[in-house]
């Protein structure tokens, strides 16, 4: 029988059996592999959804509160402004839409001035730390949470970084991935949410700080070069932070989820480039020349950038109208005006960036918006000035504090800045903020740079 059983088994077929036995089981090993792989693959590229845990706008202490006439005093007692040129500034403060009061830093305060670095550095950690304390608070997210930090201020950029500053201040983590943007302008913040967007994608469970603010203490203008003067009278002190997570458990405590970012970039055309541009007077002052071409190049930059949010947001019927006209007027050759679709069937609250009175008049006109959707922008640049590309963290903090967001609601930010750039953000409210709803002691805990003085608003602005 053994004799048997060793010639079978020796034998050709079964030789051939046992090899396609090996032959499928590494098929089958190779299948499992392969499956692995695009588990693994899938997980890394799908689309994960962000959620804005909350976020805080600064708001600095009443010393430091500069009116307009305190302004212009502080100036005239410099001995550096021509009169024409403490003329030229009055005439800009009343037709800017700028309040009595917005806030100057500490070294702006003393007389003489004294913008040293000492001075910078104060300015920013207060109103930096501010923030990022405020939406820690709110949100109970640990610092040792954070794992990607995005900090973006266009002209202080000191060595060691502001992601350094924050991250030895609060201890972060020793691997946390973090990103100085510097020089990008006002339309940063959206760039850096972008960004913090982009590493959320590839970083599962992970909470992202992103913070934005611009320095006025090293920027002030010291000379007579109007184009340049009219920064001294628009920028102001300010600063956001926002929290944002990929982590599914927080989906029920967020108040908001991005859902599109867009982003345009007009930096191949010299117009637009130079529309913001830092550089030296002829005595030798460095400031920012802000052209006169800045609100036809925001307008420009603005339908660049809608041309491309458009498909994505508006019902169909507009886009159908939009097509028609199109054809009619390059297929056809109709004397038509062209359609500007109407992207209040999109969006619920517009935050556009409060650069200057011009800029949100130019905004306000061509997407045809009322002074209702324009109100978050006009009270912010009245209230608090051009706070750089932290404004559209205040404009939003007003349409909460007038509990205008609603679940579902859909929220559109717009935002502007030097080279010439557009950016803008869609996000949908997961849950409604009314303060109004909520008992008075629950009320005042609301961090909200607007919330104890929300009542006066809006106010009514002089014609320009």
């Known amino acids: 029988m053994a004799d048997i059983l060793s010639t079978v088994l020796s034998s050709h077929y079964v030789t051939e059996f046992f090899i396609l036995i090996k032959l499928n089981l590494s098929y089958i090993l190779l299948c499992l592999v392969l499956a692995m792989f695009l588990a693994k693959l899938y997980s890394m590229v799908k689309r994960r959804n962000i959620y804005l845990a909350d976020f805080a706008s600064y708001k600095p202490t009443d010393e430091l509160k500069c009116s307009h006439e305190i302004f212009l005093e502080h100036s005239g007692l410099l001995g550096i402004f021509s009169e024409e040129s403490l003329a030229f500034q009055r005439t800009i403060l009343e037709k800017s839409g700028l309040g009595q009061s917005t806030y100057f830093p500490e070294a702006m305060w003393e007389l003489p001035p004294n913008p040293c670095m000492d001075k910078a550095r104060i300015e920013i950690e207060t109103v930096l730390f501010g923030a990022i304390d405020e939406v820690l608070n709110k949100t109970g997210i640990k610092p040792s949470e954070i794992g990607i930090l995005v900090v973006n201020s266009s002209l202080f950029n000191p060595t060691p970084s502001l992601c ?16 100085n943007l510097g020089g990008m302008g006002c339309s940063a913040g959206l760039i850096s949410v972008d960004l913090a967007k982009r590493l959320l994608q590839v970083h599962p469970d992970s909470c992202a700080l992103v913070v934005s603010t611009e320095n006025i203490t090293l920027n002030w203008y010291w000379g007579n070069k109007r184009s340049m003067l009219v920064s001294n009278c628009l920028f102001r002190m300010g600063a956001g932070a926002v929290l944002l997570s990929n982590r599914t458990s927080d989906r029920s405590r967020a108040k908001y989820q991005l859902i599109h970012t867009i982003r345009t970039h007009k930096g191949n055309e010299d117009r637009g480039y130079k529309c913001a541009y830092q550089e030296e007077d002829n005595t030798g002052s460095v400031g920012v020349t802000l052209s006169k071409d800045l609100t036809s190049v925001a307008e420009e930059a603005l339908k660049s950038n809608l041309t491309t949010l458009g498909p994505l947001v508006l019902p169909i019927a507009e886009k159908v109208k939009f097509v028609v006209n199109y054809i009619s007027r390059k297929w056809l050759l109709m004397e038509v005006k062209p359609y500007v679709p109407d992207f209040k069937l999109a969006f619920d609250h517009f935050c556009i960036h409060a650069g200057g009175r011009g800029v949100l008049d130019k905004v306000e006109r061509s997407l045809n918006l009322t002074e209702w959707h324009l109100e978050p922008s006009r009270m912010s640049l009245y209230r608090f000035g051009n706070t750089s590309s932290s404004s559209l963290w205040y404009e939003l903090a007003y349409s909460e504090a007038k509990g205008r967001i609603k679940k579902g609601d ?3 930010q717009i ?12 996000w949908h409210a997961l849950k409604t903020v009314d ?6 002691a629950d009320r005042r805990s609301i961090k909200n740079a607007w919330i104890d003085e929300i009542d006066r608003f809006p106010v009514d602005l002089p014609k320009a």
Do not use: E, Q, R
């Open 164 to 179: 350094s500053m924050i991250i030895n201040h609060y201890k972060l983590k020793s691997d946390i991935v973090s990103y």
């Open 410 to 412: 859909k929220v559109c």
């Open 415 to 426: 935002a502007f800045g030097s080279g010439f750039k557009c950016n803008s953000a869609v």
């Open 435 to 440: 303060p109004a709803t909520l008992k008075s």
